[in-house]
T-cell receptor
Framework: DAKTTQPPSMDCAEGRAANLPCNHS???????VYWYRQIHSQGPQYIIH???NNETNEMASLIITEDRKSSTLILPHATLRDTAVYYC?????????????FGTGTRLTIIP | ETGVTQTPRHLVMGMTNKKSLKCEQH?????MYWYKQSAKKPLELMFV???????ENNSVPSRFSPECPNSSHLFLHLHTLQPEDSALYLC????????????FGNGTRLTVT
């Protein structure tokens, strides 16, 4: 299973773009990169995922390097509600068995 | 609203009690999961069901017993738990196809006294 490395914590000013890095240097060619976040006392919330192309949705953008060994989650205009722990995960398992292994994540704090 | 509903949200039980956690998903998914989240530790996968059949059991003690009667419902039956079993228990579901993400409920906060 490919492992991920994230900084334990980050701060970002409200209204600015929050850029969260993740290293996954042992990722395999068919493994996806997923991002989730968890706000205190709630379940993890799916944000975005990608294989090798950059992805964007209504919540965030995902930039994956060409060698796929690292990625960056971008929250374009951070708000106080974006304060949470953010998990970068590489998918493991076979078709029909979406087992995700969570690490310790990055605690993002949005500063007013 | 995540589409995955867990009840109860909070549960306090003694070590000799028997209780059950319930999970229901309204997303039409065909795979369901139980995860455990203890304080200051990463999420731990406990059980995986795909098309109502258990496909993964990560060496969970027998005092935890899952049940998946259909693709929309998942239960976790608890008996003779230990205080160290106190944690947030999370249910999730997915489409079960390659690349599809998991959708989580808000969990049951369990305290064993």
């Amino acid at each position: 299973d490919a492992k991920t490395t994230q900084p334990p914590s980050m701060d970002c000013a409200e209204g600015r773009a929050a850029n969260l890095p993740c290293n996954h240097s042992t990722i395999s060619g068919n493994e996806y990169v997923y991002w989730y976040r968890q706000i205190h006392s709630q379940g993890p919330q799916y944000i975005i995922h990608g294989l090798k192309n950059n992805e964007t949705n209504e919540m965030a953008s995902l930039i994956i390097t060409e060698d796929r060994k690292s990625s960056t989650l971008i929250l374009p205009h951070a708000t106080l509600r974006d304060t949470a722990v953010y998990y970068c995960i590489v998918r493991v398992g076979n078709f029909g068995n979406e087992k995700l292994t969570f690490g310790t994540g990055t605690r993002l704090t949005i500063i007013p | 609203e995540t589409g995955v509903t867990q009840t109860p949200r909070h549960l306090v039980m003694g070590m000799t009690n028997k209780k059950s956690l319930k999970c229901e998903q309204h997303l039409g998914h065909n795979a369901m999961y139980w995860y455990k989240q203890s304080a200051k530790k990463p999420l731990e996968l406990m059980f995986v069901y795909s098309l109502e059949e258990r496909v993964e059991n990560n060496s969970v003690p027998s005092r935890f017993s899952p049940e998946c009667p259909n693709s929309s419902h998942l239960f976790l039956h608890l008996h003779t738990l230990q205080p160290e079993d106190s944690a947030l228990y999370l249910c999730a579901s997915s489409q079960g196809q390659g690349g599809s993400p998991l959708h989580f409920g808000n969990g049951t906060r369990l305290t064993v006294t």
